[in-house]
């Protein structure tokens, strides 16, 4: 009887660690594609021009070349210059800092940095997705002690990660 009682605890303790050990949970926000790709197969994107008041050379680069990342990363669809299955068109028209808060001698502590984009979106084989001149945008804020220039670059990745993410939402994602 005693060997019945150990062959039936290890069988169990054997048991319990191969479920757990064959479970698996995934938790994340990363972006899920609903294409169908038996119809949509390649993606135009065209440069995002910055036609904000304020222009930095870098942020229009760092912009397109995130986005394009995205959608290649993300999805099986192809890049073509011209005439994709999927267009995606738009410009920078906002790039700004405002004070967001102030300390108590009356001046600024912290400054709220904010970026827009304007985007076009025409998907060719189903119209009733396309989009025109939607606007995305992402802030972050810096301590105003800080010069722009020496926190702009860290500051600008997040926004343009941010904004990437909400055009990839807004277009192949099912959400």
């Known amino acids: 009887m005693d060997w ?6 290890t069988a169990a303790l054997v048991l319990t660690v191969f479920a757990v050990c064959s479970c698996s949970v995934q938790i994340g926000l990363a972006p899920i594609s609903s294409i169908d790709y038996n119809k949509v197969k390649t993606i135009t994107i065209v440069d995002f021009e910055n036609h904000a008041d304020y222009v930095y050379a870098p942020l229009a680069i760092e912009f397109n070349q995130r986005l394009r990342d995205m ?3 993300q999805t099986r669809l192809r890049m073509v210059d011209s005439g994709g299955d999927l267009e ?3 410009e920078i028209i906002g790039y700004n800092q405002y004070n967001e808060a102030v300390d108590a001698s009356g001046y ?3 400054v709220k940095l904010t970026l827009t984009v304007k985007v076009n979106y025409v998907n060719n084989t ?3 997705e396309d989009f025109t001149d939607q606007q ?3 802030f972050q804020t810096y ?4 010069l722009l220039t020496a926190v702009q670059d860290g500051l600008i990745e997040v926004m343009v990660r941010d904004i990437a993410e909400q055009i990839f939402n ?3 994602a099912n959400w």
């Open 170 to 172: 807004s277009t192949v």
């Open 4 to 9: 019945i009682k150990k062959t039936t605890a």
């Open 126 to 128: 189903n119209h009733e």
């Open 71 to 73: 959608f290649t990363q």
């Open 108 to 110: 600024s502590s912290k």
């Open 88 to 90: 995606i068109s738009g």
């Open 143 to 146: 301590d105003s002690s800080q």
């Open 136 to 138: 995305f945008s992402a």
